[in-house]
């Protein structure tokens, strides 16, 4: 298509799920991610397409290594980010720096550059708890953790970009997505792994918050069905399965698909602050399926079967007797 497309963490978990989307559909994909000395290219170290994809490590805190990476390309997709909400507690400065300073980056980088799509990649945790339901992209922004309220910077700041210099960007705006390659950071990660290692008393936080669960492969042609369409510019928009599930009530259907009999205890480690607690999260997706057409393919069943099967086969990667932030 000679269209060289630069996907900013592009060797994590929808990053590389999205890499292999854009390369069999054609594109010229260039992934960015964070430089280590090893020259590891994360979840493309063994992926199909990875002699068909050119990885580049380096700081998305850095500009210097941001504008060299995107001169040549025409369009970007930004994932590049910290995103676990607990350790935005320990750290918020470094969310600061990442999520917005590396934001920045993208944004000037492209204006300098004349890029002729900016994807920014936002999320459902910028809503905070739900005044309503389900939520649309008109819901305010409440930033109830640092690494939410890291996020909705970036975003006003992408607007500005927008508004101010006329840059092309779209805002992204992924619910909770899951599937293969999800750290254990995550919650169904955490209850499929501590199951498959013979736990029978789980471990968790908070049962009743409600979240929109997106199976991965779905989050990524929402993000390809954003791109494609010829409109969206200086909006967000949600991607999310329009439903919602308990925190509990997810728990026990991961039980009942692996077929386990499971009792839960309660570790403080693992609840939010009480503020800070994103109670309930339910997508309204009408904006992405009646203006671009977007269908999921995966149902939440269906998407967790394949999540189980892939962690079963990379049970070692995974630490249950520890909790992960």
């Known amino acids: 298509m000679n269209q060289k497309i630069l996907v900013t963490g592009g060797a994590g978990f929808i990053g590389s799920h999205l890499v292999e989307l854009l390369v069999n559909k054609g594109f010229d994909v260039v992934a ?14 063994n992926s199909p397409i990875k002699n068909d994809v ?17 001169n040549g390309c025409i369009a970007v997709f930004h994932l590049a980010a910290l995103i676990g909400i607990p350790y935005s507690y320990v750290s918020p400065m470094a969310y600061l720096k990442t999520n917005v300073e590396g934001t920045y980056n993208i944004l000037e980088a492209s204006k300098c550059l004349g890029l002729e799509q900016v994807l920014i990649t936002s999320t459902s945790e910028t809503y905070g708890s739900a005044q309503y339901i389900p939520i649309n992209e008109n819901h305010p922004a409440v930033g109830q953790s640092p690494y939410s309220a890291s996020k909705i910077a970036a975003d006003q700041l992408a607007y500005s970009y927008y508004a101010s210099f006329e840059l092309p960007i779209k805002i992204v705006r992924p619910f ?24 029978s008393e789980l471990k968790l936080g908070n049962l009743s918050p409600t979240r929109d669960l997106t199976f991965v492969k779905d989050t990524c042609s929402g993000f390809l069905n954003i791109y494609n369409h010829d409109g969206l510019w200086g909006e967000a928009t949600n991607i999310g399965m329009n439903e919602e599930i308990s925190i509990g009530n997810l728990v026990h259907k991961i039980a009942s698909l692996l077929d ?7 570790e403080n480690a693992r609840i939010r602050p009480h503020a800070s ?16 057409g977007w269908k999921p393919e995966y149902t ?26």
Do not use: C
């Open 32 to 45: 960015f991610d964070r430089y280590n000395s090893n020259n590891h290219w994360g979840w493309l170290e």
């Open 54 to 70: 050119e990885v580049i490590l380096g700081d998305i805190r850095d500009y210097d290594s941001v504008y060299k990476t995107l």
């Open 176 to 199: 909770n997505t899951y599937g293969p390659r999800q750290s254990a950071r995550a919650i169904i990660p955490t209850v499929i792994s501590q199951i498959l290692s013979g736990k």
């Open 260 to 266: 386990k009999k499971i009792t839960i205890s309660n």
């Open 277 to 292: 607690e994103v109670e309930q999260l339910w997508s309204d997706n009408t904006k992405l399926v009646s203006t671009t």
């Open 300 to 325: 939440l069943d269906t998407g967790l079967q394949k999540t189980i099967e892939w962690i079963k086969e990379n049970q070692k990667m995974f630490k249950p007797e520890k909790y992960s932030i």
